[in-house]
């Protein structure tokens, strides 16, 4: 069965840490695109990062610089997010996607398999 699964979500306190894990079955994960995208409520789904099959970063959202990172395991079939220092306003539902191709994409609806998602609540 093609699919991916997030894990790793949960509530933590602002300036904690969490990682993100994405477990990929069923597709040959080396040949993916993985991105990471978060959907905060009432707004549309963004992507956030996104790793290349050769574990080169792709950040789209200014707000994570220097404090959220993407990196995969290819024998292992697991893309990552660290999330460090986190704020309130990564509060949202994460996702990751895979794109059959070399070159990641900021676009939700490029990618050709989704994930259901995880639940971040970054409160104090």
């Known amino acids: 069965q093609v699919q991916l699964v997030e894990s790793g979500g949960g509530l933590v306190q602002p300036g904690d840490s969490l990682r993100l894990s994405c477990s990929a079955s069923?597709?040959?994960?080396?040949?993916?695109?993985i991105g990471w995208f978060r959907q905060i409520p009432g707004k549309e789904r963004e992507g956030v990062l996104c790793?290349?099959?050769?574990?080169?970063?792709?950040v789209y959202d200014d707000a994570v610089k220097g404090r959220l990172t993407i990196d995969r395991t290819n024998a292992k079939n697991v893309a990552f997010l660290q999330m460090n220092k986190l704020q309130p306003e990564d509060t949202a539902v994460y996702f990751c996607?895979?794109?059959?191709?070399?070159?990641?994409?900021?676009?939700?609806?490029?990618?050709?398999?989704r994930g259901q998602g995880t639940q971040v609540l970054v409160s104090s």
């Open positions: 996607a895979a794109r059959n191709s070399l070159v990641c994409n900021s676009n939700w609806y490029a990618y050709d398999i």
């Open positions: 069923g597709f040959t994960f080396e040949n993916y695109a």
């Open positions: 790793v290349t099959n050769s574990n080169t970063e792709r």
